[in-house]
Nanobody
């Protein structure tokens, strides 16, 4: 499965963006899908995730209350609504999938750049 994130761009602090993740084939085999980000000079970090079975969500503390992950993995849809963006949210954002309830994310796509100006 090939994943491709889109929807990034340049926005002022306090603004909003909505990211989408497109898959090359059905993602119904994914156990969980998530969003990660990597800022220049920093390690990649977890942002949010959603499970296929119950749609349970999880968020990094830094984005909780501002970002919302949504979608239906079985229907190939995954989004990340980002509100009240801050300059520290500037990063390349990636969507990823994990095909097993055990282990790590094993499908990664190309990212989309999000830049938040102050």
């Amino acid at each position: 499965v090939q994943l491709q994130a889109s929807g990034g761009g340049l926005v002022q602090a306090g603004g909003s963006l909505r990211l989408s993740c497109a898959a090359s084939e059905r993602t119904s085999s994914m156990y969980i899908m998530g969003w990660f980000r990597q800022a220049p000079g920093k390690d990649r970090e977890f942002v949010a995730s959603i499970t296929r079975s119950r749609g349970s969500t999880d968020y990094a503390v830094s984005v909780k209350g501002r970002f919302t992950i949504s979608g239906d993995i079985a229907k190939n849809t995954l989004y990340l609504q980002m509100n009240n963006l801050k300059p520290e949210d500037t990063a390349v954002y990636y969507c990823a999938g994990q095909s097993s309830p055990f282990g790590n994310y094993n499908y990664w796509g190309q990212g989309t750049q999000v830049t938040v100006s102050s």
